[in-house]
Antibody, heavy 118, light 107 residues
Framework: EVQLVESGGGLVKPGGSLRLSCAAS????????MNWVRQAPGKGLEWVSS????????YYADSVKGRFTISRDNAKNSLYLQMNSLRAEDTAVYYC???????????WGQGTLVTVSS | SYVLTQPPSVSVAPGQTARITCGGN??????VHWYQQKPGQAPVLVVY???DRPSGIPERFSGSNSGNTATLTISRVEAGDEADYYC??????????FGGGTKLTVL
């Protein structure tokens, strides 16, 4: 059974940093591109970042470019999101999601809440 | 950047057919994917590549895509279908674009 479990969310002050993790199991993690998608309270889905299976290709939404860094450790079956210079508008539930070849997301984690507030 | 436009809400009586649209410039040339999200839960893929269903998704869920509009159709709507629905495409100018979401209300 495919499982994606996010962790690392919490309350952080504006300008602070946080590192999210996503532990994957039930599939060959190293064969799939992975993504982070977020959802602000009461709002829609917003794609944040993607990383290819071997980390060769990395993309970011303009809203996080230069502040967030996506990475992965295939040996540990884990995906990460390092978030720096956090802003109030980064407050959201952050989901990790597995990407398929036609660029859709077939499995999602349960999400981890990040709150940026003083 | 590429923009996907969905109606904020759609209402339908149980047993009827719900149609949720997703508009975008020449969206018919792209693969469209649809997600269902119930309150407090993660999104679930219900249709991918315009009209394919993942295993476990009822045949009542179907999709189409042509011209400037893609449509998610839910036949014989049930109370359990009440949720937010999002369309998504992959675009070279802005990877993984989501529509704004449509709240489906079952009357």
């Amino acid at each position: 059974e495919v499982q994606l479990v996010e962790s690392g969310g919490g309350l952080v002050k504006p300008g602070g940093s946080l590192r999210l993790s996503c532990a994957a199991s039930g599939f060959t993690f190293s064969s799939y591109s992975m993504n982070w998608v977020r959802q602000a309270p009461g709002k829609g889905l917003e794609w944040v970042s993607s990383i290819s299976s071997s980390s060769s290709y990395i993309y970011y939404a303009d809203s996080v470019k230069g502040r967030f860094t996506i990475s992965r450790d295939n040996a540990k079956n884990s995906l990460y999101l390092q978030m720096n210079s956090l802003r109030a508008e980064d407050t959201a539930v952050y989901y990790c999601a597995r990407q398929r070849s036609s660029m859709h997301f077939d499995y999602w984690g349960q999400g981890t809440l990040v709150t940026v507030s003083s | 950047s590429y923009v996907l436009t969905q109606p904020p809400s759609v209402s339908v009586a149980p047993g009827q057919t719900a149609r949720i649209t997703c508009g975008g410039n020449n969206i018919g040339s792209k693969s469209v994917h649809w997600y269902q999200q119930k309150p407090g839960q993660a999104p679930v893929l219900v249709v991918y590549d315009d009209s394919d269903r993942p295993s476990g998704i009822p045949e009542r869920f179907s999709g189409s895509n042509s011209g400037n509009t893609a449509t998610l159709t839910i036949s014989r709507v049930e109370a359990g279908d009440e949720a937010d629905y999002y369309c998504q495409v992959w675009d070279s100018s802005s990877p993984a674009v989501f529509g704004g979401g449509t709240k489906l209300t079952v009357l």
